[in-house]
Nanobody, 124 residues
């Protein structure tokens, strides 16, 4: 089983950028599709971005498309989320997760192992 640990969150101002990282342990990391989800205060967990095991296919939510970029380095067992032009509504705990066979449906239920999350706070 893959274990995931997120880092890189923080408190920033609107318009700033942040890069989140997700470090994975486990030999099968490179075989998994991966995703980023977030959960804001009082909100349900929502999809942000996902990437296939070979990083040729990516998906983004409409809210972040054009501002966020998901990438992975299978040699280093790392997943990244580059976030630019951050908005206060991006404030949330961000989690990385491994995809299951139906990961392309982009629902939280289609992802298995989860990290504990990293807090991103964007002030106006």
């Amino acid at each position: 089983q893959v274990q995931l640990v997120e880092s890189g969150g923080g408190v920033v101002q609107a318009g700033d950028s942040l890069r989140l990282s997700c470090a994975a342990s486990g030999r099968t990391f490179s075989y998994h599709p991966l995703g980023w989800f977030r959960q804001g205060p009082g909100k349900e967990r929502e999809f942000v971005a996902a990437i296939s095991w070979n990083p040729n296919t990516t998906y983004y939510s409409d809210d972040v498309k054009g501002r966020f970029t998901i990438s992975r380095d299978n040699a280093k067992n790392m997943l990244y989320l580059q976030m630019t032009t951050l908005k206060p509504e991006d404030t949330a705990v961000y989690h990385c997760a491994t995809g299951t066979g139906t990961w392309y449906r982009l629902r939280a239920a289609d992802f298995g192992s989860w990290g504990q999350g990293t807090q991103v706070t964007v002030s106006s």
